[in-house]
């Protein structure tokens, strides 16, 4: 089955410091993989999606992704946390059987001043 | 400004009371989609159509109905809406669909309560 996974329900972490939201991911074919983050009362904004080329995707408001081919995984990382980032991420893949987005269960990302 | 646009925001209905949630898109977007998120579940596929007049089903269809008369628009209908429909809702689009490997947009969300 097409899926992914976000191993934590939460992630906290101080303001300036670096913060990493975990994702792995198991899919058919070759993976396309989004970010996307939800602040309260707000929609689903895009961050960055990795389809082909360099592993290391940057992508909206500092923040960047890793995609590891061998440990199926696609990690959000940001080298200094703002209180302004604290909201819901969620990592998602394409199902390469049907025209759709597989979403993970969500992080909260919690950034203390 | 590019945009997907839900209506009603926010909507607190009874059982049994048809109701229509609108999208519309203004990037003359091909795929359009619908979402509900759920606690601990993610997002989860409602319908979704890849043109004008081509739907199709997708994870939680059961008790939805959808339709795409035009290209910019793609209404979620809850024909009989019942408590365990309550959620918040996605509307989505992308230019070709999401194997394309193109952006999915999302709308801001349709909170929906029935009771």
């Known amino acids: 089955a097409q899926s992914v996974a976000q191993p934590e329900d939460q992630v906290n972490v101080a303001e300036g410091n670096p913060l990493t939201v975990k994702c792995t991911y198991s899919v058919s074919g070759n993976p396309y993989l989004f970010w996307y983050v939800q602040y309260p009362n707000r929609g689903l904004q895009f961050l960055l999606k990795y389809i082909t080329g360099d592993n290391l995707v940057k992508g909206s408001y500092g923040f960047e992704a890793e995609f590891n081919k061998s440990q199926t995984s696609f990690h959000l990382k940001k080298p200094s946390a703002l209180v302004s980032d604290s909201a819901l991420y969620f990592c998602?893949?394409?199902?390469?059987?049907?025209?759709?987005?597989?979403f993970g269960t969500g992080t909260r990302l919690l950034v203390s001043p | 400004e590019a945009q997907v646009t839900q209506n009603p925001r926010y909507l607190i209905t009874v059982t049994g009371k048809k109701l229509t949630v609108t999208c519309s898109q203004n990037?003359?977007?091909?795929?359009m989609s619908w979402y509900r998120q759920d606690p601990g579940l993610g997002l989860r596929q409602i319908y979704y159509?890849?043109?004008?007049?081509?739907?199709d089903k997708g994870d939680v269809p059961e008790g939805y109905k959808v339709s795409r008369k035009e290209k910019r628009n793609f209404p979620l209908i809850l024909e009989s809406p019942s408590p365990n429909q309550t959620s918040l809702y996605f509307c989505?689009?992308?230019?070709?669909?999401?194997?394309?490997?193109?952006?999915?947009?999302f709308g801001e969300g349709s909170w929906l309560t029935v009771v």
């Open positions: 998602a893949v394409r199902h390469t059987g049907f025209q759709k987005l597989v």
């Open positions: 990037m003359n977007h091909e795929y």
């Open positions: 989505a689009s992308c230019l070709k669909g999401p194997n394309s490997g193109n952006t999915i947009y």
């Open positions: 159509s890849m043109n004008v007049e081509v739907t």
